[in-house]
């Protein structure tokens, strides 16, 4: 899993750019929040009452009518701030929170001072409104039902009136009930900060981009770079034709007489080039050497004659050379006589991002005891 990861670090760097991007653009688009606190006057002792008198506080902030009155002092449309609105009151206290957000941090802090002071208007007409009626209900009491005798009827007047005046100090009282007890001042960004947010999605996008590479499996990558093939194959040896001069040194050293180059799908010519810069090489050690191009043998029985057991065993009576360098296509039937030998040196020639990993494996596999080396070709 490691090695299809490291192998494609294009995708990672994909995701990490991708997700640095994104994480930064949604978190700097979830704006500011301001907040501005209301305190709740004579509420009582009473945890139930209290409780009621606070979670109704609370639902009068989002009510239709102060999101109306905020919205027309702020000039924007109730629909607009209705939904940037929330309250919340504070368990155990006397204290309910107004929060607004915006993507802009002035008017964030403007619009929840708005919807508070609106909040506290609407409690002082709603008193307003009680003392109008009650002042009316007494009105009519003492318009009604008058007394024929006047002790009695200026005693139940005086008792209207008592009962007036309890009533009013009751209903006043609820004037101060609620109050802009901590306007909001300054706005804090609303969720991560750019920064955050930027981290956070560089960290998901290299993650997703990981997974991904794990998903897709290293099977079917298409060969790159020595240090992917390292990564992905660390036990095979890889070199590139630069390197035919080490090839040439370990071919002769081996002992064995035959080199198979061996050309995968779409690197022929490179494979033949090789092999010629190899063969001349070798000749610098003092050896003869004759290059074969299987592909070049007019009928299959010329091919499977020239790469049988006993010719390559017996290099010098049946080619005249002292060493046999043999250039065969992986797709060819006749490399058959090649796989699974251990009297031969193998040279897999692969070309980068455009040989299909699958097709060295198997080559790799098919020739692992002849000590098979890439040659990784351009």
Same mark, same amino acid.
């Given at each position: ?10 995708? =990672? ?18 704006? #500011? ?19 009621? !008198? ?5 639902? +009068? ?90 002790? /009695? ?12 005046? $309890? ?9 101060? @009930? +609620?109050? !802009? ?6 706005? $804090?960004?609303? @969720?991560?900060?750019?920064?955050? @947010?930027? %981290?956070?999605?560089?960290? /998901?996008?290299?993650? %997703? ?28 040896? !890889? ?20 080199? /198979?180059? +061996? ?14 810069? !190899? ?6 050690? @003092? ?6 191009? +299987?592909?070049?043998?007019? $009928?299959?029985? /010329?091919? #499977?004659?020239? =790469? ?6 017996? &290099?010098?009576?049946?080619?005249? $050379? ?5 250039? &065969? ?14 009297? =031969?040196?193998?040279? =897999? ?17 098919? #020739? ?11």
């Amino acid at each position: 899993m490691v090695a299809a990861v490291l192998a494609r670090p294009l995708w =990672l760097l994909l995701g990490a750019s991708l997700g640095l991007l994104l994480g930064a653009l949604l978190a700097g688009n979830a704006g #500011f929040n301001a907040t501005s606190t209301l305190q709740l006057g004579n509420i009582g002792q009473d945890s139930a009452r209290a409780k009621q !008198v606070a979670q109704t506080a609370q639902r +009068v902030v989002t009510s239709a009518t102060v999101i109306e009155a905020a919205a027309a002092a702020s000039r924007v449309s109730a629909g607009d701030l209705g939904s940037r609105v929330s309250a919340r009151w504070e368990p155990d206290t006397d204290l309910v929170t107004v929060l607004v957000t915006d993507r802009s941090p002035k008017v964030a802090v403007a619009q929840a001072n708005a919807v508070a002071l609106a909040t506290v208007n609407f409690n002082r007409a709603n008193v307003q409104n009680r003392l109008s009626r009650l002042r009316k209900d007494v009105d009519r009491l003492l318009s009604d039902d008058r007394l024929t005798n006047d002790a /009695a009827e200026a005693a139940r007047r005086a008792q209207i009136g008592s009962a007036l005046a $309890t009533r009013q100090d009751a209903v006043s009282a609820d004037t101060d @009930g +609620v109050f !802009v007890a901590d306007p909001a001042q300054v706005a $804090t960004p609303a @969720g991560l900060g750019w920064q955050s @947010g930027g %981290l956070a999605g560089l960290l /998901a996008g290299v993650l %997703l981009a990981a997974l991904a590479a794990i998903v897709a499996g290293a099977r079917r990558l298409r060969v790159g770079s020595r240090r992917e093939l390292r990564a992905l194959l660390p036990e095979v040896a !890889v070199a590139s034709p630069a390197d035919a001069g080490q090839v040439a040194g370990s071919f002769v050293e081996s002992g064995v007489p035959c080199l /198979a180059v +061996v050309s995968l799908p779409g690197s022929r010519e490179q494979a033949a080039t090789f092999a010629t810069d !190899v063969a001349q090489l070798v000749k610098g050690h @003092g050896l003869t050497v004759t290059v074969l191009d +299987v592909a070049s043998l007019a $009928t299959r029985e /010329a091919r #499977f004659s020239a =790469l049988c057991h006993d010719a390559r065993n017996n &290099v010098p009576d049946v080619y005249g $050379t002292e060493t046999l360098i043999v250039v &065969v296509e992986s797709v060819d039937e006749a490399i058959g006589m090649l796989v699974g030998q251990s009297n =031969l040196r193998a040279a =897999l020639v692969v070309r980068a991002r455009q040989s299909q990993l699958r097709s060295l494996v198997q080559a790799l596999s098919a #020739f692992n005891r002849a000590d098979p080396l890439v040659i990784l070709a351009r």
